[in-house]
């Protein structure tokens, strides 16, 4: 018989996600693993049974001082993997938004000394305490809407220092915060101020000495470039990220958001992990990158919520044969907590189908990230992290629009619970 500290019960729809490939592509995006009436036994933080509820008693064996909880028929699906954030940031750019509206673009808008340089010089005098505790407050967030695993960027620091002490932060956030956090050094997220003219020299600075010594102290797991006209080019990109793959880092490139830059092209050449944003695309590089297997984090709240007159093509995507993840794009400049809101859009702006999104915001996500565990799946050995919603099926998550979780698990622990359920 096996040992459990937890026996979830009465799991009206249980999605596993634990079916077919990893990554998932094409149709395979689409099987979600689905149990009903199903129960789901936690020990030490790890799924260690699956089954039927009326098989839980004779199957399942509570430890001294275990629980067994009762769903009631809800809905359990895996914690949610956000795929691509620049959560940790001081100031905010609410001012920018009337420009915006008045036209003025992302681009435009940095060579004035806003955008992406305000944000640095707020988290440039930021205190190592401040920058904690507003992260903090948005790790809570994303937990309240289901998500258990994040990635998250550097790049508002743009000078080795500034950039270290950032991944240092990450590794303190992790160590107390109750979720997996994925570090990306984004050392690359553009030219600093004090380096116009010098743009070689920097990436000299990041190559020479920055990357070396994040390798060496396992600071990151994945190293990343903004590669667009303004900030860096292709043939700078692939310079960078080709050093990290020596280092032994894995690698990401924000490409293709405003223009085609190029930047799609040169992730399946080098064999990144994954191309992200990835709104302008052309078809042939659709076909390069699933060719090369790399993965497509589409944002699909990003246009929203930058005013951008464009919609994600997560469809495009997904027929051309790309594993597609999803991530929320939490930073200034897109600030969006909600995993679910994401999905939502996914399907009524991207056109992925619900169970697609579901997909890309879990197993595929996860894979994004290169977590072996089971992380985005439900799976016996895999973590506990489960978003629990008061629905019936998994497709109403993004019906539901902007529906959030009554309870969230991570490791087989109550991280977040409704008023609902209290």
């Known amino acids: 018989m096996i040992r459990a500290d937890l026996l979830l019960t009465h799991i009206g729809e249980l999605a596993t996600l634990d079916r077919g490939p990893v990554p998932r592509c094409g149709p395979a995006m689409s099987e979600l693993g689905l149990q009903t009436e199903a129960a789901v036994a936690v020990d030490g933080g790890r799924i260690v049974w699956i089954g039927p509820t009326r098989k839980a008693r004779s199957a399942v064996r509570l430890r001294r001082g275990g629980r067994t909880h009762d769903l009631e028929g809800r809905l359990v699906v895996p914690g949610f993997v956000d795929a691509h954030t620049h959560l940790l940031f001081a100031g905010d750019r609410h001012r920018e938004i009337g420009r915006k509206l008045r036209g003025e673009s992302y681009r435009s808008i940095a060579a004035s000394g806003g955008g992406i340089f305000s944000t640095v010089r707020a988290t440039r005098k930021a205190s190592s305490a401040q920058l904690l505790r507003d992260a903090r407050g948005r790790l809570a967030r994303l937990r309240r809407h289901g998500t258990t695993t994040v990635e998250i960027k550097t790049g508002y620091a743009l000078e080795p220092r500034g950039e270290l002490r950032l991944l240092r932060l990450l590794r303190q956030l992790q160590a107390t915060e109750p979720m997996t956090i994925v570090p990306t050094y984004l050392g690359a997220h553009a030219v600093p101020r004090e380096a116009r003219g010098r743009a070689t020299a920097y990436v000299d600075e990041i190559v020479r000495h920055s990357l070396p010594t994040i390798a060496s102290a396992h600071l ?15 043939p700078a990109a692939r310079r960078i990220l080709r050093a990290a793959q020596q280092l032994g880092l894995g690698t990401k490139i924000h490409a293709d958001e405003f223009v085609a830059s190029g930047g799609g092209r040169l992730a399946a050449e080098i064999g990144a992990v994954s191309a992200e944003h990835l709104l302008q695309t052309p078809a042939a ?11 497509a984090v589409l944002l699909p709240l990003t246009p929203f919520a930058t005013l951008v007159d464009r919609p994600v093509p997560g469809r495009e995507f997904v027929r051309a ?3 597609v993840a999803l991530g929320t794009d939490l930073s200034p400049n897109s600030y969006v907590e909600s995993m679910p809101l994401v999905i939502a859009h996914a ?12 997909t890309a915001s879990t197993v595929n996500a996860a894979h994004a990230l290169r977590l072996a565990d089971g992380s985005g799946r439900i799976t016996v050995g895999g973590p506990a992290d489960l978003a629990v919603f008061d629905l019936h099926h998994a497709a109403e998550i993004a ?3 902007g529906v959030d979780p009554v309870e969230v698990y991570r490791q087989g622990k109550f991280v977040f619970t409704s008023e609902l359920r209290q």
Not at 285 to 295: F, H, I, N, T
């Open 285 to 295: 590089d659709r076909q390069r990158l699933a060719k090369a297997g790399v993965v």
């Open 321 to 323: 044969g790309v594993a």
């Open 220 to 234: 990151a797991r994945f190293c990343d470039v903004f590669c667009e006209p303004g900030f860096f080019s292709v």
């Open 347 to 358: 399907v009524h702006s991207a056109r992925l189908t619900p169970e697609e999104a579901l």
């Open 399 to 401: 019906g539901r629009i």
